[in-house]
Nanobody
Framework: QVQLVESGGGLVQTGGSLRLSCAASGRTFSSYAMGWFRQAPEKEREFVAAISWNGDSTNYADSVKGRFTISRDNAKNTVYLQMNSLKPEDTAVYYC?????????????????WGQGTQVTVSS
């Protein structure tokens, strides 16, 4: 079991960068694959990125591929989402999530634990 807390959101101009962090508690964190999701106004929550338990594999939504990078530091119980070249359409509440599966997954129902979310706003 893990608890997740996101941070690092804020307001940034188009083309700018932000790095989100997800701090996790629990001894089993290192065995969980992790993901980032986001929910924009008037849209369903969507997959952004995922990383395997040991960081050896990653997966990205087409909309962020090449701009966002997911990483993890199991020694610090933290997952990161580096967001570069931000666009207004990236504006959303960003959530981190943990699954007991070990590899990257994009199906939201497979994630058991969710953070409260952090707001990212990209101005045009």
């Amino acid at each position: 079991q893990v608890q997740l807390v996101e941070s690092g959101g804020g307001l940034v101009q188009t083309g700018g960068s932000l790095r989100l962090s997800c701090a996790a508690s629990g001894r089993t964190f290192s065995s969980y694959a992790m993901g980032w999701f986001r929910q924009a106004p008037e849209k369903e929550r969507e997959f952004v990125a995922a990383i395997s338990w040991n960081g050896d594999s990653t997966n990205y939504a087409d909309s962020v591929k090449g701009r966002f990078t997911i990483s993890r530091d199991n020694a610090k119980n933290t997952v990161y989402l580096q967001m570069n070249s931000l666009k207004p359409e990236d504006t959303a509440v960003y959530y981190c999530a943990a699954t007991t599966l070990h590899t990257t997954v994009v199906v939201q129902r497979l994630y058991s634990y969710w953070g409260q979310g952090t707001q990212v706003t990209v101005s045009s």
